[in-house]
């Protein structure tokens, strides 16, 4: 097994664990939170927090995939890339955070939310500060020490945020909490980025600077439009619904958005090498994003039918005060696998330097999305956002499928999908007639049998069907090895 192949095994293996292990603590401390809240405070909080979560996307001006794509071709230069993206990042956090504050002074938001973003604004200073070494450890293949960082600091927060419900704090406390995790992500991502790369500081090299800038407009406007894409749903029903209302949808978004890190810890570790791949061995690439498509089908539909099929039972059991976000879950749900397989062919058009065109497509992405928006809410309220932001990813496959001819010519072989689909319905099967003969889950125990047996029959009938053959594990070996 080639050196390559062990590290990106290493970094997927770390990543999904600390992922898994920060996820798990992180979702039962959020369902205490949410809890603890209740629906109008909930509100509060998903809504400033997806300000701040919306800006975070804007905050690196489109560098980050460049310079993830330019230290992975140049590990050399990754020292220098590095030291002129924080000098960046230190310039553009500052600037964010003020515009988050100015969004909610001059919004017409209540004097109270208004302080509540001002602290947002001092974690989200913080968060993107630590953009800069995070992503450079990234491209050093050093996903394992970036999830390390997270680990710590998740781990950290989550334990401040069950102290506070404990101790019965004010809802500003979270937010502080925030600003500490921050600040801790930032503290151990820097530390982590020297002992890799080495000391940085700030530096500006003007020449640099403008090729970034011209090259990451695009990466901008992607990043951008997609982070659009993901909070238009909260940005509008907090100007349309009330908090209550946009408490219980929130509710709901939260069982479903961790789970799209187990998407994202794949893309960054495989994002690397699709981009050495592209260039030097085209058929490699071709073959690496087939499997990488399979995969995230593997991967996102189970979670979506499995979910869709307990909504009530997951609400009833986690969340006894927010009934009415069952619906609003098992709608919103089938975005996750919409967006587990559009994210390979969108970092496969990064690695390919498809910028234009990703960017026009996720733009226009964003402007479906206000627009359905805009026209379901005022009809259908917090269901009418879950079903504009699942029809506008459909929408985006859609397109991607029709144009695959000019991207690659990406397929998902015909058996391996029935193989998939026999999975899927062994799977509801098994959920259904269980629900259907003792009724809905009454304990978090009883739910986690249903989930746990749902998952092994599924990944049995995988298994049985010859889902992943040895000479495709081979092949895959051979391809990152000789990258």
């Known amino acids: 097994m080639g050196q390559t192949f062990r590290q990106l095994l290493r970094n997927l293996v770390a990543s999904f664990a600390v992922k898994v292990v920060v996820r798990l603590v992180s979702f039962v401390v959020k369902i205490l939170l949410v809890n603890y809240l209740g629906r109008t405070q909930n509100g509060v909080y998903v809504k400033i927090m997806a300000y701040v979560f919306a800006l975070l996307a804007f905050i690196d001006l489109g560098w980050s995939s460049v310079v993830i794509r330019e230290i992975g071709r140049r590990p050399s230069e990754a020292a220098r890339h590095l030291a002129n993206y924080f000098a960046l990042e230190t310039f553009s956090s500052l600037l964010f955070a003020a515009l988050l504050t100015g969004l909610f002074w001059a919004g017409g938001f209540p004097p109270e939310q208004r302080l509540l973003a001002a602290v947002a604004a001092a974690g989200l200073i913080f968060a993107g500060l630590a953009r800069a070494p995070a992503d450079a450890l990234v491209a050093r293949q050093r996903v394992d020490a970036a999830a390390m960082v997270e680990l710590g600091a998740n781990l950290a927060s989550s334990l401040a945020i069950f102290v506070a419900i404990r101790l019965r704090a004010p809802l500003p406390v979270f937010f502080w ?256 007639l269980w629900g259907w003969r003792a009724g809905t889950a009454g304990s978090v125990v009883g739910l986690l049998a249903r989930i746990a047996v749902g998952a092994a029959v599924y990944g049995a009938t995988l298994l049985a069907a010859g889902f992943v053959s040895r000479d495709e594990w081979r092949r895959l070996k051979q391809e990152w090895a000789g990258r």
């Open 177 to 432: 909490i925030y600003v500490g995790y921050a600040a801790a992500l930032f503290a151990g991502a820097s530390a982590t980025a020297r002992r890799v790369i080495g000391p940085f500081g700030w530096r500006i090299e003007p020449a640099l600077w403008r090729q970034l800038f011209r090259q990451g407009f695009l990466c901008l406007i992607i990043a951008g439009a997609f982070a659009l894409q993901m909070s238009l749903d909260v940005l509008t029903l907090s100007r349309m619904v009330p908090d209550e209302q946009l408490g219980l949808y929130g509710a709901a978004a939260n069982l479903i958005n961790p789970l799209l890190l187990f998407m994202e810890s794949s893309m960054l570790a495989v994002y690397p090498v699709l981009a050495a791949k592209h260039e030097a061995d085209p058929a490699g690439f071709r073959f690496l994003l087939d499997k990488a498509l399979k995969g995230m089908l593997a991967i996102g539909l189970p979670m979506a039918l499995g979910i869709a099929l307990l909504s009530r039972d997951i609400i009833g059991v986690l969340l006894p005060q927010f009934g009415p976000s069952a619906a609003i879950l098992a709608l919103l749900v089938w975005r996750l696998p919409l967006l587990y397989v559009i994210a390979p062919i969108a970092h496969a058009l990064l690695a390919g330097g498809r910028f234009r065109l990703l960017a026009a497509v996720q733009a226009s992405g964003a402007a479906l999305n206000v627009a359905l928006n805009l026209a379901f809410i005022p009809r259908w309220g917090i269901l009418g956002a879950a079903a504009g932001s699942v029809l506008t990813q459909a929408a985006l496959l859609a397109y991607w499928i029709a144009i695959r001819g000019r991207i690659g010519r990406f397929r998902v072989e015909p058996l391996d999908a029935a193989r998939l689909g026999l999975a899927l319905a062994a799977m509801a099967l098994v959920v259904g």
